[in-house]
């Protein structure tokens, strides 16, 4: 699988677009000696990791404290925008772990045969805004009605609370599609559609523009809709199980590092993506990004259903049971093991994060 790492990376550099990464490293740079015990049953040491335009706050914090190294691991992470090429990429085994590029494109392609496997999460509610004119009065979803929004109506969170309302999402709203968000935003200004679904990555692009106002936030419709989860495939769980329940570890860590030290992560954030510290802190600082490593998998679910009720699955969905590509034995697993010794560092951390798996995965 690595031996193809180099011609991926060349190939794909030509294409993925690098301004808000600053063209920040693509790997970790040299491994200290393995210190701790685990190491010697680490069966992947060098982990292809793909890096948005966001960035893994989890997976920086670990870097910096060189909780991988105690590993032996390498991270080696490859600078992907678009969501269909970090798919592509983990489906050719060009890459291990995804981590940043939604829910409904990876359960769009389970529906179509891809064995990904689901074994936790970054984003757990994205900072992502419905933007339009500014001064443009906003009532609810239902405003969608009759107008033409930039965005793509595979976006369940939206759809879902307007088949609630008893509207077709399909037939009521015109869904207009952009190559990117930054196409959406200016078709916003010229008046080409009334409202735009942005990204995590361009509040800061959003705030600079006097003319655009954002109206909501994706969250705001669906609270704890699953931004983004951490996918695998099947066959590199099978192999390598002891490196991904490390992973996780690892990255539970992460997150308790973050929850308590947030300012510092902001600023190791804009480091760590080659950016402004405002380009992180205009949606890190904001209470909508909300980032968890749980696999939230009754949202997971729940989207599921409203991508099959709104015609974005492949019939062969119907014979797929969506929760044996849910791997939250796994995560379970790598929960419990990091609570039994990490508790003491931050005991109401660990019990939180063990009443959060209840309320969103038992």
């Avoid at 689901?118 to 509610?125: E, K, L, R, W």
């Avoid at 609630?164 to 990117?180: C, I, N, Q």
């Avoid at 890190?284 to 699955?313: A, Q, Y």
């Amino acid at each position: 699988m690595k031996k193809k790492m180099l011609a991926f990376m060349l190939v794909m550099g030509m294409t993925f677009s690098l301004t808000a990464c600053g063209g920040a490293g693509a790997g970790s740079g040299k491994v200290k000696e393995a210190t701790n015990p685990e190491a010697e049953k680490i069966e992947d040491k060098t982990i292809t990791w793909a890096k948005d335009n966001s960035g893994n706050t989890f997976l920086a914090v670990a870097q910096e404290k060189g909780w991988f190294e105690e590993l032996g691991i390498t991270i080696e992470e490859v600078p992907i925008d678009a969501s269909n090429d970090a798919l592509t990429g983990l489906a050719g085994g060009r890459l291990d772990i995804i981590t940043n590029y939604g829910t409904g494109g990876p359960l769009q392609q389970i529906a179509q045969g891809e064995d990904y496997l689901i074994i936790g999460g970054y984003m757990a509610t994205g900072c992502v805004p419905c933007v339009a004119k500014k001064g443009t009065k906003w009532n609810g979803v239902q405003d969608f009605v009759g107008k033409k929004v930039a965005g793509s109506p595979t976006s369940y969170a939206w759809t879902g609370e307007l088949l609630k309302l008893g509207y077709d999402p399909l037939k009521d709203v015109e869904w207009v599609s952009y190559s990117t968000t930054s196409d959406a935003l200016a078709a916003v200004l010229k008046g080409e559609v009334d409202y735009a679904l942005a990204s995590t990555s361009r509040n800061y692009e959003i705030q600079q523009n006097d003319d655009l106002e954002i109206m909501t936030y994706t969250s705001d419709v669906m609270p704890w809709y699953s931004c983004c989860r951490m996918c695998i495939t099947k066959e590199y769980a099978e192999k390598n199980p002891n490196t991904v329940k490390a992973i996780i570890k690892v990255l539970l860590r992460g997150q308790q590092y973050y929850e308590s030290h947030h300012e510092e992560c902001v600023k190791m954030m804009a480091e760590y993506m080659g950016v402004e510290e405002e380009y992180v802190s205009s949606y890190m600082n904001n209470e909508h990004f909300r980032i968890s490593c749980d696999p939230l998998k009754k949202e997971v679910i729940e989207g599921w259903n409203i991508l099959d009720e709104t015609g974005f699955l492949s019939e062969e969905a119907k014979n797929i049971n969506i929760e044996e590509y849910i791997a939250i034995d796994i995560y379970k697993e790598a929960l419990d093991e990091a609570y039994e010794e990490y508790y003491d560092e931050d005991p109401e951390y660990w019990d939180k994060m063990k009443e959060f798996y209840k309320e969103h995965n038992e």
